[in-house]
């Protein structure tokens, strides 16, 4: 897979292959997992720790890649262990342990974390101060799968990229690169406030590039898909028509029809190397979905975290420009009017839906910025006595046993327009505008304030009508100007759901996945440029 | 595998209770092999092979970290793992298997696994094959004293870094990380390679307390005594500091000097696009026709002049692939840089007989 190929989700830590049998095993039974728990936690307790928590997991995956007519690996791996964390001399304290089926090996971990925790403590000043959580007992959740991705055939799978990846060379591709990733977290927690929360998580995420060569000329163009990760099953790619989202290409909701948009793809990546290099100056921007997760994911959901906002990532993944000054000030325009953003740890198909976070919070929503003005961050439970709450918003999360949990983003999402308004009519009444879908390269300050976002397909919207594709697009903005310029979002009907499959953050760093829903959304007078021109 | 500072040598251990009873013999494995350790166990793992080639690569390593941030320590914590990956050859097909137990039983079965896969994976043209036995440079990566660090002594060295920002009124957030690890492979045409190795690293922001002034530093080493947070940490200061009333200036042309850190990030990020492949199918900045090779050559000659620590980094030579080190020579050439992309793509260019390493930028 070359330069223009596709980003592979990281495998989790210590992931061992396994033959694709093996990852429909079940796991341990509960019951060992919660006997294996509760030594870790009075081994905890034992050694003077005033909280501790645990996390039991397997963590699968399998990874389909090709390009034309080859596979080019098929990957499934398991990886298995232990992670406790501990507070002890109000310090936290975090060790792992792999593979680990008794109560003596887990036990040393949490040992481990306590030694840790205690030999750090003196670096503090303050003691951790955690706020409380009522223990939940035994409860579970699951994914609302319909159709579970490893029960799927790989055969099937590899049928399916390759009839996809011949429909692309039949259609005009000169290259094709195609992979499917599937993931299941089988995850439990338990904690000393007495919660054993037991969940299934899966995702799913196909995902292709589509380049066309002009041999001539030396350029090239791609069109990657339309396809969003999902926090669904195989189910996700049964094609439903009800799921599509026709116009000037065919979008799609929680059914993937991966034939048609690859078709679709080949043909675009051609049009779009004759197509017109758009000219720099101001436009009326009218964002896809597909697209406008991914300036959400950056410019709201990052901003908007709360160990950002107090420097907790200073020195690797930022800092926000949406300081607690502002927070407080309660007049913070953030967007206009239209602009509602949502928290949101619940929502169907998501990818970050879980019951219970990583320290034993309920999962909920709450509101981030409300007509258009900041009301609240993300924040987790060693955090939300610094904004004055006393109960987390249950977005805690590791992404592996042997990672310490954290504060990670939530689904952050555009509420959709309250009033009926679909898209043609949203298209209606622009005089000069671009029509964006699809998520492309993009640049954002460590602030998360000044930024960049190009896309995959851009069209030429003059006087209400779609009048051609254009190429070399890219708006730039600064996320206060961006978001009150919006003034319009399509209704309920036009809502959908992006997604990141690989969000980095932390050191040592860890990877989460997050959905971004929206209706398509417009921008007046966004600043774009050409991305081709010679400086 | 059990991750945690105390743990140095371990027992793996199923217990009669699980559900799940693992009836593999328990086996003592240390997480860190001496080179006769390891070169008795991938004699083994090979003598299970059948494949018409088979490589095996092992790796051990001890982690440990302390993270801190306004001006406190916020997470840390510390593992080790060790892996054992088999890849199995017949002809042009390939597949590979890895694993985490190391009992007889479960070392056989990763071989079979492995060749099962090469059973079933269609040929690979641009498989190479192992590599015959190769001369290394010799090198020592490998420092006690990163491999007997404690929690203390990384407690001790970010002390003398929050004591310089608190005692300045400024806020720091850094990371340190420390390995303690070896990598040694063995394959079927008689290579067989081992390399211990000890690295730290340590990095740190600093700002001001209205995040106007902002000071970053990198530092890694393979010997912990060569780690001096304290002097790391003043520079990062006197950057916040010298930056809190930086004028903001108009886009346009500028001459930028970058110190070495800055450079090498931009480097890394240039690197990872160097892909022959992507050049060859006429889809890369580095295309032939599109893109331009003498503005690339410049870059890489002039990158190999400012890494202060490359010779502390030095990685003699690469288990994983078991290449011996021509980087010197190679990258000492003018208009050579084409060839030193990538390992993974070089085979399938026709100019290009011989595989040869990821060069260290």
């Not at chain 1, 974390?113 to 579970?140: H, Y």
């Not at chain 1, 904690?191 to 030396?218: E, K, L, M």
Request: glycine share 8%; charged share 20%.
């Amino acid at each position: 897979m070359g330069a223009a190929g596709i980003m592979m989700p990281a495998l989790p830590a210590f992931s061992r292959s396994v033959s694709a049998e093996a990852l429909l095993e079940p796991g341990l039974d509960v019951a060992v997992k919660k006997r294996l728990a509760d030594a870790a936690l009075n081994a905890a307790k034992s050694m003077g720790a005033t909280y501790a928590d645990v996390r039991i997991g397997r963590y699968l995956n399998q990874f389909v890649l090709t390009r034309e007519n080859k596979v080019q690996g098929i990957i499934n791996a398991e990886s298995f262990g232990v992670g406790v964390r501990v507070i002890a001399d109000g310090c936290w304290g975090f060790a792992s342990v792999g593979d680990a089926r008794n109560e003596a090996v887990v036990a040393q971990a949490a040992k481990t974390a306590v030694t840790i925790a205690k030999a750090n403590a003196r670096l503090l000043t303050e003691p951790v101060q955690l706020a409380p959580q009522k223990g939940f007992g035994d409860v579970s959740w699951k994914a609302p799968i319909k159709r579970n991705a490893f029960e799927v055939p790989i055969k099937e799978k590899v049928d399916l990229l390759l009839s996809a990846n011949a429909a692309a060379m039949q259609n005009g591709a000169n290259f094709v690169n195609n992979v499917l990733f599937q993931i299941n977290e089988q995850k439990y927690f338990a904690s000393t406030d007495g919660t054993y929360a037991d969940q299934d998580i899966h995702r799913i995420g196909p995902n292709f590039t589509v380049t066309a060569v002009d041999p001539q000329s030396g350029k090239f163009s791609t069109r990657n898909s339309l396809s969003s990760p999902m926090g669904m099953g195989y189910d996700y790619l049964q094609v439903n028509p009800a799921d599509k989202v026709t116009g000037v290409t065919t979008r799609y909701n929680k059914g993937y029809d991966m034939l048609e948009d690859i078709t679709a793809a080949a043909k675009q990546a051609k049009e779009k190397l004759t197509a017109k290099s758009v000219e720099a100056g101001k436009y009326d921007l009218v964002l896809d979905p597909s697209h406008l997760w991914l300036t959400i994911h950056e410019s709201v959901g990052h901003p908007l975290e709360l160990d950002r906002v107090l420097g907790y990532e200073a020195n690797y993944a930022g800092t926000s420009f949406a300081t607690l000054d502002k927070w407080k000030s309660k007049d913070f325009n953030y967007g206009s009017k239209q602009v509602n953003l949502i928290a949101d740890k619940t929502q169907l198909y998501s990818l970050g839906a879980v019951g219970w976070d990583d320290e034993g919070v309920k999962t909920k929503k709450w509101d981030l910025v409300r007509d258009g003005t900041l009301v609240n961050y993300q924040a987790i439970r060693d955090q939300v006595h610094i904004i004055g709450e006393n109960e987390s918003q249950g977005c805690c999360y590791a992404d592996n046993w042997s990672s310490v949990q954290f504060q990670r983003m939530a689904n952050v999402s555009l509420e959709a327009g309250k009033t009926p308004l679909s898209v043609a009519n949203m298209i209606k009444d622009v005089k000069k505008g671009i029509y964006i879908i699809g998520d492309g390269s993009f640049s954002i300050d460590q602030q998360r304030y000044n930024f960049q976002f190009g896309g995959q397909l851009f069209y030429e919207i003059k006087d209400g009508q779609i009048v051609g594709m254009l190429k070399d697009v890219a708006y730039q903005a600064n996320t206060r100007e961006f978001w009150n310029s919006c003034v319009a979002v399509c209704d309920q009907s036009d809502y959908r759901l992006g997604g990141a499959f690989n969000d980095g953050k932390g050191q040592p760093a860890q990877s989460s996945a997050v959905s971004h829903g929206s209706a398509t959304a417009r921008f007046n007078g966004v600043n774009v440029i050409n991305t081709a021109r010679k400086i | 595998m059990v991750y945690g500072w105390l743990t140095r040598e371990l027992l793996i251990r199923q217990s009669t209770a699980n559900q799940k009873p693992n009836t593999r013999t328990p086996t003592p494995m240390a997480i860190i092999l001496t080179e006769a350790e390891a070169k008795a166990l991938l004699t083994k793992v090979l003598s299970y092979s059948k494949a018409d080639s088979c490589e095996v690569n092992l790796s051990g390593a001890e982690r440990g970290n302390i993270r801190y941030a306004r001006n406190e320590v916020s997470t840390s914590g510390a593992l080790a793992n060790q892996l054992l990956g088999v890849q199995s050859a017949f002809g042009k097909k390939v597949g590979t298997a890895t694993i985490t137990e190391f009992d007889d039983a479960s070392l056989e079965k990763v071989v079979r696994r492995s060749e099962e896969l090469a059973q079933l994976a269609p040929e690979n043209s641009e498989y190479m094959g192992v590599l015959a036995p190769q001369q290394y440079l010799k090198a020592s990566g490998f420092f006690d004293s990163i491999a007997s660090l404690t929690p203390d002594k990384r407690a001790d060295a970010v002390a003398k870094s929050l004591k310089l920002t608190r005692d300045a009124n400024l806020i720091g957030a850094g990371f340190m990380d420390d390995r303690n690890g070896y990598e040694a492979m063995m394959n079927s045409k008689g290579l067989f390679a081992y390399y211990p190795s000890t690295n730290v690293n340590f990095s740190l922001t600093v700002r001001t307390d209205d995040g106007k002034g902002s000071g970053y530093v990198a530092r890694g080493y393979n010997d912990f005594t060569k780690l001096d947070t304290a002097a790391a940490t003043r520079i990062a200061l006197l950057k916040a500091q010298g930056s809190a009333q930086a004028r903001a200036i108009e886009p346009g042309k500028y001459t930028v000097i970058l110190e070495p850190t800055a450079a090498a990030v931009l480097l890394e990020n240039i690197f990872f696009n160097m892909d022959a492949r992507s050049a060859d199918e006429g889809r890369s900045y580095f295309s032939k026709t599109g893109g331009s090779p003498g503005w690339a050559t410049k870059l890489w000659m002039s990158a190999l002049q400012f890494i202060p620590t490359r010779p502390m980094l030095s990685y003699p030579h690469r288990p994983g692939r078991g290449m011996d080190d021509r980087r010197k020579k190679r990258c000492g050439l003018r208009k050579v840089w084409l060839r030193t992309w990538p390992i993974r793509a070089s085979g399938r260019r026709s100019r290009e007989k011989k595989p040869f390493p990821l060069p260290t930028m």
